[in-house]
């Protein structure tokens, strides 16, 4: 049986934290009673050792489950809302998966036929949840993407931790807020830290409304909220973003550009506004809080630092305790270049970056280049120019097939302010936005038509949806 390196998640909830809750729409869990109770009635044991598969329907119960399992489980997977029911069978075969963790309605069918079947319930009831022979247990995360199987990442607790600071004594109180899920990394990341900080932590749904949500974490007194630079543009857009007032705002997961950046110091005044890189290979890189897009020069191969950062090809590499094992089930299969890790302990994050004075700048993703006529187009870099037109809300670059020079730049457009009735200045500010990309960018990057859209599509995850996403 291997000996574990850090102590359960259980054992390291700060339960004596008064006043900290779980808080989904629709209930209140207390942290104590977390730890001094059980929501799985008597099937603990029966989990123990194994490979789980958690189907939980909602935030809530993986959070139970989360709680629970960790030290108990040989392995857990966390299934995001949005995975394909047909993508569940190769999950459960490559995760070796013999157990399924559901909520009351059953588990999918594709789980049906596992060893082992266990309901995970709100319902917290009193128990002695103590275990023999604890394991340390592998945390496994589906990567997101448009098609295909998803990548299977493995970390343990401890390195989805690592990047987790103890709250200050004597701080103010916190209550954690974000638009993401906790099955996917981001949100996973702000439930450790809301749960080893004895704080509350409000939970996102994927059927409440915008209006909905903003109205409840406002209600719950949100301190700290995160989500994608997408995220807080709609979330701008929403009147419900007047009802809270939060002490910090974070943004990751996509460019943080600076008009993102400026809106939201604008609207939120008091509050501290940053940003983060992370991913789930590559764990936490790193946060800046000094209002700027991009990250100081002097982070990369800044010795002695937690985590080490190196530029390649353009690329960001990442080496540090955060980032994640490997991968599971393909480094063996998919042959050269599948491995999550270089020979030197890198993970080459795909994100490039260019170096303007003493500051890298995020441009875009290796995949999602644009050739137009030969010559290089990240469509973020684009974008970053769009979204500083005062009237701009977001934008989206994509390419549009060409007969000379192979492609075109194409840019959807949403305004901070629906055109109306006798009053559409549309084709007016058409003009503006591409004037302003003639000003800032070479001729071959300055988009060849605006369309003016309603919304832009924005994945699961709170990206907007690429074809490289």
């Not at 900290?20 to 929501?39: C, K, M, Q, Y």
């Not at 009351?104 to 002695?128: K, W």
């Not at 990751?252 to 939120?268: H, K, N, P, T, V």
């Not at 209002?291 to 353009?314: L, N, Y």
């Amino acid at each position: 049986m291997p000996q574990r390196r850090s102590k359960p998640l259980r054992k390291l909830i700060n339960a004596e934290a008064s006043g900290s809750f779980l808080w989904p729409a629709d209930a209140s869990v207390a942290l104590g009673d977390l730890v001094r109770g059980t929501s799985f009635g008597g099937a603990l044991g029966a989990l123990a050792g194994r490979s789980v598969v958690l189907a939980t329907p909602d935030q809530l119960t993986t959070a139970l489950a989360l709680i629970e399992l960790d030290g108990v489980a040989r392995r857990l997977v966390l299934c995001p809302p949005d995975l394909p029911a047909d993508q569940l069978g190769y999950v459960i075969a490559t995760a070796q998966t013999d157990a399924v963790v559901a909520g009351a309605g059953g588990p999918p069918a594709a789980a049906r036929d596992l060893a082992v079947q266990a309901t995970c319930s709100p319902a917290i009831v009193p128990a002695d949840v103590t275990l023999a022979d604890p394991h340390d247990t592998e945390w496994i995360m589906l990567t997101s993407g448009t098609t295909g199987a998803p990548k299977m990442v493995v970390h343990t607790l401890a390195s989805l931790t690592a990047a987790i600071k103890p709250i200050a004594s004597g701080s103010a109180p916190v209550v954690w807020g974000t638009f993401y899920d906790m099955r996917r990394y981001g949100g996973l990341q702000i439930f450790l830290r809301a749960v080893l900080g004895g704080t509350s932590f409000v939970l996102s749904s994927a059927s409440e409304p915008m209006s909905d949500h903003l109205a409840r974490l406002g209600l719950r007194g949100v301190t700290h909220l995160t989500g994608t630079p997408s995220h807080w543009r709609w979330a701008l857009l929403n009147p419900s973003a007047r009802a809270i007032s939060p002490r910090y705002v974070r943004l990751s997961g996509e460019i943080a550009d600076q008009a993102i950046l400026d809106a939201l110091r604008e609207f939120y005044p008091a509050a501290g506004i940053g940003h983060a890189y992370a991913s789930t290979e590559a764990g936490v890189g790193f946060e800046v809080n000094d209002g700027r897009e991009g990250f100081p020069a002097s982070m990369i191969g800044s010795e002695g630092a937690a985590v080490d950062m190196k530029v390649v090809d353009g690329s960001l590499r990442i080496r540090s305790v955060r980032t994640a094992a490997h991968y599971l089930g393909r480094e063996a299969s998919a042959g050269p270049g599948a491995a999550l890790l270089d020979a030197d302990g890198f993970v080459d994050t795909g994100d490039i970056v260019e170096l303007r004075g003493d500051r890298y700048y995020f441009v875009g993703r290796r995949g999602g280049i644009i050739n137009v006529g030969g010559l290089k187009v990240h469509p973020e870099e684009i974008e970053a120019v769009i979204n500083r037109h005062p009237d701009v809300q977001m934008s989206l670059v994509k390419s549009r097939k060409n007969p000379i020079t192979g492609a075109i730049v194409v840019a959807d457009v949403v305004l901070r302010t629906q055109p109306g009735d006798g009053n559409d200045r549309s084709a007016e500010l058409k003009r503006e936005i591409l004037q302003v990309c003639r000003d800032r960018l070479p001729q071959h990057k300055v988009p060849a038509a605006i369309r003016i859209v309603p919304s832009l599509d924005v994945f699961a995850t709170g990206k907007m949806t690429r074809h490289h996403a």
